[in-house]
């Protein structure tokens, strides 16, 4: 189509503006580019180490990742850097020590949290025989103080400088009676110094609701199925233990769900918490109210800068609030998908290969303004438009997931209840490799709209 400019800009106010079609969406490319690749597989993925054992291209793994996700054999040491257990800048002996480090670390954690939680039982107790015996006494039980104070390893701070100082010396490196004595206790002193959760009432509740949601989670995977399943009570300790150590948000509904894939995995229990707490920290504000009120009004932007019919369509429908994406956005498209292909939808997404705070949105960018001033002779943009980094990769895949089905969406539904079904009737039904082709292709889209704007400078 030709281009419909009649003047290189447009300053006169009484200048018709005519916008060429380049400006709108032009949502086919998505229909018709494929950026997918091959999985991360072992060859690939031993050829990013250096010979001390540094993945140095951080960019260039989260790319590969993000462009055909991580073959299975390689995935639970690929994961361990994708969701920070190792630095990708730390070598063989670094990680060695950080898995050591780690384990202490989480032990300690849990220690403590049963210590806190037997204690709390017990004064309970003893209130409650204190209550009982009211009437023919007026002493009151002595308190029990909680065993895993500051002040029980208060003793440990002088063992762990005479330890550091052993430590450091070329011929106690080896000692590992004394090395892992050093872990312990400088794990004992971590697990003392976090924040904890200290109403009673309120981690009881958070307790209750976490042994409802522990025996539901996934139990159609053999690696959940069965009685008395030891990887269920691995669920719920760490569950338990980040609720316990993270007061501000404790836990909320969907946060077994997010956690059984680390789990599964990484079949490591130790392993499976830290990532899945550097995971969560990310995303803390998603299970807030606001946090995802705020994300669901970010997708309607997005929605109505991409198809706004679409979007009216919705409103009329009342569904323009789009709360059906909540669980979308919330567990990563777990239930929208397979399992296998949720487990490679979550580490592409985590890639943040194609963020629009990335290198990868910017190189877009340049390439788009460089095509631009070639394509309009020298004249450049004066100004680009600003770009919203609320719109996240998730984002662009809910609004090709409706983009794509807009047909059926508009024609077959008239009320929330018919949107509501044709949406849940789109479980398992997905085509994943269509799905992130799309969502890629608005990306793309997105960043080139960015750049073309109707005002223009000449340059020399």
């Known amino acids: 189509m030709a281009k419909e400019y009649s003047r290189a800009c447009s300053f006169d106010p009484t200048f018709e503006q005519l916008l060429p079609y380049a400006l709108h969406w032009n949502t086919n490319i998505v229909e018709e580019e494929d950026f997918r690749d091959s999985p991360v597989d072992r060859a690939h993925f031993e050829k990013l180490f250096d010979q001390d054992g540094r993945i140095n291209d951080e960019r260039g793994f989260r ?31 670094e990680r060695e020590a950080l898995d050591i480090e780690f384990t202490y670390r989480y032990e300690a954690l849990k220690a403590r949290w049963k210590t806190v939680l037997g204690s709390w039982s017990e004064e309970t107790e003893e209130e409650e025989t204190a209550n009982n015996n009211s009437t023919t006494t007026t002493d009151s039980p002595p308190s029990r103080k909680n065993s895993y104070s500051c002040l029980d390893i208060s003793g440990d701070l002088s063992t762990i400088m005479r330890l550091g100082d052993d430590l450091a010396l070329p011929n106690r490196l080896n000692d590992d009676l004394h090395r892992f004595k050093f872990y312990e206790i400088q794990a004992k002193i971590y697990a003392s110094r976090q924040p904890i959760e200290t109403n009673t009432k309120s981690l009881k509740k958070t307790l209750r609701i976490i042994d409802k949601d522990v025996p539901r989670t996934d139990r159609d995977l053999p690696f959940f199925s069965g009685r008395n399943n030891q990887n269920l009570m691995k669920l719920r300790d760490i569950l338990v233990t980040f609720a316990v150590f993270h007061p501000e948000v404790t836990y909320a509904q969907g946060m077994n769900d997010i956690l059984s894939r680390f789990l599964v995995v990484l079949n490591n229990e130790v392993e499976a918490y830290w990532c899945f707490t550097n995971y969560l920290e990310k995303i803390t504000n998603e299970f807030l109210e606001r946090g995802m009120l705020k994300k669901l009004e970010s997708v309607q932007r997005l929605l109505k800068e991409i198809d706004p019919f679409l979007l009216q369509h919705m409103t009329l429908c009342e569904v323009g609030d789009l709360m059906f994406c909540h669980r979308w956005l919330l567990l990563s498209f777990k239930r929208e998908f397979v399992f296998k292909e949720c487990i490679e939808l979550f580490e592409i997404i985590s890639s943040q290969h194609m963020e629009l705070t990335s290198d990868e949105a910017e190189r877009l960018r340049e390439m788009e303004r460089a095509k631009d001033f070639l394509r309009e002779g020298g004249r450049q943009r004066l100004a680009s438009t600003d770009i919203n980094t609320e719109f996240t990769f998730e984002l662009f895949i809910c609004v090709a997931i409706l983009h794509h089905h807009r047909e059926d969406i508009t024609k077959k539904c008239n009320d929330s209840a018919s949107v509501f079904q044709f949406i849940n009737g789109l479980t398992h039904q997905l085509n994943l490799k269509q799905v992130l082709a799309q969502a890629e292709g608005l990306v793309r889209e997105y960043c080139r709209k960015s750049v073309v704007s109707n005002s223009f400078e000449l340059v020399d």
């Open 63 to 93: 790319k590969a990742v993000f462009r055909g996700g991580i073959a299975e054999d390689v995935r639970k040491e690929a994961w361990k850097f994708l969701y920070g257990f190792y630095p990708f800048h730390s070598t063989k002996r």
